[in-house]
């Protein structure tokens, strides 16, 4: 069992930036798919960012502007997130999963590739 705590979120104006973090309780994400979803009131669940192995994949309506990183021991997960826009504005959960899956935008955009699941953490951008 992973147990993923998100921290970082709050409340931003638009045009500003947010860095997000990812950490497992007691125990490195090395071995880990990480991936970044979102959730804001009313919308489905989506696909925001993820880690794989070396590869990063992006959403569209974030790329040029978010990215997510490892820290150099494999503890830690970011997702910074520049030039935010109100319709950013989400719970945001990070997740992980053991591998297993082909690399690609695809499996990695997928929700049901992963096996553990953060809380949330809330990003609010006022306009």
């Known amino acids: 069992q992973v147990q993923l705590v998100e921290s970082g979120g709050g409340l931003v104006q638009a045009g500003g930036s947010l860095r997000l973090s990812c950490a497992a309780s007691?125990?490195?994400?090395?071995?880990?798919?990480l991936g970044w979803f979102r959730q804001a009131p009313g919308k489905e669940r989506e696909f925001v960012a993820a880690?794989?192995?070396?590869?990063?994949f992006y959403a569209d309506s974030v790329k040029g502007r978010f990215t997510v990183s490892r820290d150099n021991a494999g503890n830690t997960v970011y997702l910074q997130m520049n030039s935010l826009k109100p319709e950013d504005t989400a719970v945001y959960s990070c997740?992980?999963?053991?591998?297993?899956?082909?690399?690609?935008?695809?499996?990695?955009?997928?929700?049901?590739?992963?096996?553990?699941w953060g809380q949330g953490t809330q990003v609010t951008v006022s306009s």
């Open positions: 007691g125990r490195t994400l090395n071995n880990y798919n």
């Open positions: 880690s794989w192995a070396i590869s990063t």
């Open positions: 997740a992980a999963n053991r591998g297993g899956y082909v690399y690609s935008s695809t499996s990695a955009a997928d929700a049901r590739k992963y096996d553990f």
